[in-house]
């Protein structure tokens, strides 16, 4: 692990955990990232980004997939665990199978290798600002009948019970919410969920669906709240529709 140069801390400054076993690499973002006023710790094992999450707070977390020891994917399921913190996967593997198996883990995005240094600096620009409560154009309490989501503080309840939502996950419900009882479609939530990759699959949606209705439902295969529309889309209902 090491802590490269940096300046001193202003409000606002993105810091960074950059988790990548090729130190060549590494150095390379974390120089470009730098340039651009981020702070940038690096880690080249799955036991050192551990470790060092556990020192520091960071505003997202770059994470490999193939790394020495513990790899990405047990150290995304660790992190995620006990922590919100966007995590991105930065990874050679770019199969639709391992962005599915990425985001079923935790991850908030998934970037494949070679990718260009502006995409990288860009999507994780999009999950800080959707983490500080700043993606979207309001920030008042959504209600939509037991379920409350306060955008500023990203807390979610329902009944009054805590929900410990990704910050995707908060984003998609809370487009969800704020159009209850009505139907999307895949297209239409990879359009209003803002920040997420741009190079998306409607897969993505599917597995974020999925992992919200364990959150939310008593049964999540015979879902009560996030219903799906065969043909059409998803629906968060209320228990309001007609």
């Known amino acids: 692990m090491e802590q490269l140069s940096r300046p001193s801390l202003e409000e606002g400054t993105i810091q960074v955990l950059l988790v990548e076993d090729d130190e060549r690499l590494a150095r390379l973002t974390a120089r470009y990232l730098q340039e651009h ?19 520091h707070v960071f505003d997202v977390i770059l994470l490999d997939l193939m790394l020495p020891g513990r790899d990405g994917l047990e150290v995304c399921r660790d992190l995620r665990g006990r922590t919100d913190v966007p995590i ?4 050679a ?13 935790g991850a908030d995005d ?9 995409e990288l600096l860009a999507r994780i620009r999009a ?11 309001s920030s008042h309490p959504v209600q939509a009948g037991r379920l409350m989501m306060d955008p500023r503080s990203l ?6 019970r805590a929900l410990h939502l990704t910050t995707y996950e908060f984003s998609l419900l809370r487009v969800l919410a ?36 364990q959150k939310l439902e008593v049964d999540p295969r015979n879902p009560l709240m996030l219903k799906t529309v065969r ?8 228990g309001e529709e007609s």
């Open 37 to 55: 006023g981020l702070v940038v710790t690096l880690a080249h094992s799955g036991s050192d980004a551990l470790a060092e999450s556990n020192r």
């Open 88 to 91: 991105i996967m930065v990874t």
């Open 93 to 105: 593997r770019g199969e639709e199978a391992d962005r599915v198996l990425g985001l079923e883990t």
């Open 110 to 118: 998934y970037l494949a290798k070679p990718y260009s240094s502006r």
């Open 127 to 137: 999950q800080v600002r959707r983490a500080r409560g700043k993606a979207g154009p």
């Open 155 to 160: 807390r979610a309840t329902l009944d009054g």
């Open 178 to 213: 704020e159009r209850a009882g009505r139907v999307l479609s895949r297209e239409q939530l990879l359009d209003l969920v803002k920040g997420s990759a741009d190079e998306v699959f409607d897969r993505s949606v599917d597995v974020h669906i999925f992992r919200l209705r």
């Open 231 to 238: 043909g059409a889309g998803y629906m968060l209902a209320t």
